[in-house]
């Protein structure tokens, strides 16, 4: 997730310094600290600590992850210290299993819940897929909390999921799930339920090798020039969500912006 992770920091740095050069947050310079978590829940919790005890941290933006931002998050709840999340989906990371509001949680993105059930709507009402098959990641809490939204909406909607296949976390080789998706009878899509670009350009070029022509659906993994870079032709149509108007011109000068510094 190292991408995620280097974009979300140099995106903050840059509008930092933009802050900073306008005046200041109540008349008062922010300064950023970055810290590395190596998207590991252990080095989050351990960096966390440090910022809050160490370094007179008051805030966090981050993390990349649902699970690290869940680590994140019981560290700044200790401290009460307020963190938000640019991508991390995960709804216990805003709301507690009793259905409770953590008060030092926040997000700037769609939650599983929100992400899945759009998508599966979308994909049944807007473009005819009464037919959907899945792939998912059985060891990524976002694969399978997405895939439990999609596939409740894809249902509610009148669709039907005719399959729903997993593959494990650092798998390359996705060809033996992609055929028994293939052989488990007609769709009319597959939903891409991974998380990062890519396996789902992986997936995707081995599916088309493979002779499976439907159209993808997948998450906002997606959302990445490189995945181009990967697969190509291979997601040429791909459908996703995202909680951005990529067509916003404060988008636009932000990009402007962020080329000329980085």
Not at 39 to 59: F, S
Not at 172 to 186: E, F
Not at 234 to 262: C, K, R
Request: glycine share 8%.
């Amino acid at each position: 997730s190292s991408i995620f992770g280097n974009v979300l920091s140099e995106t903050v740095q840059l509008l930092a310094q933009q802050k900073n050069e306008a005046g200041g947050v109540l008349g008062k310079q922010l300064e950023i600290m970055v810290y590395d978590n190596r998207d590991d829940a252990v080095e989050t919790t351990n960096a966390a600590r440090k910022a809050v005890l160490n370094d007179g941290v008051v805030a966090f933006i981050g993390t990349d992850s649902s699970a690290t931002t869940l680590a994140l998050g019981e560290v700044a709840e200790d401290n009460e210290v307020p963190f938000i999340t640019s991508i991390a989906t995960n709804s216990k990371i805003t709301m507690t299993d009793e259905g409770e509001v953590r008060p030092w949680a926040f997000r700037a993105c769609l939650s599983d819940p929100q992400s899945g059930a759009i998508l599966g709507q979308y994909a049944v009402n807007e473009c005819g897929y009464k037919k959907i098959a899945i792939i998912y990641e059985i060891g990524s809490d976002f694969s399978i909390g997405v895939t439990d939204e999609f596939s409740k909406s894809v249902e509610g909607a009148g669709g039907e999921i005719v399959a729903s296949e997993t593959y494990n976390t650092g798998d390359v080789d996705y060809r033996a799930v992609l055929t028994k998706i293939q052989n488990a009878g007609d769709f009319d899509a597959l939903y891409i339920a991974a998380g990062y670009y890519k396996q789902i350009g992986l997936i995707a070029n081995q599916a088309r090798e493979l002779g499976i022509e439907q159209p993808f659906l997948t998450t906002e993994g997606a959302m990445s020039s490189d995945l181009f870079n990967i697969a190509s032709d291979s997601v040429e149509g791909m459908i996703y969500n995202v909680a951005v108007d990529t067509a916003s011109d404060n988008v636009h000068e932000l990009l402007a912006d962020f080329e000329e510094m980085w």
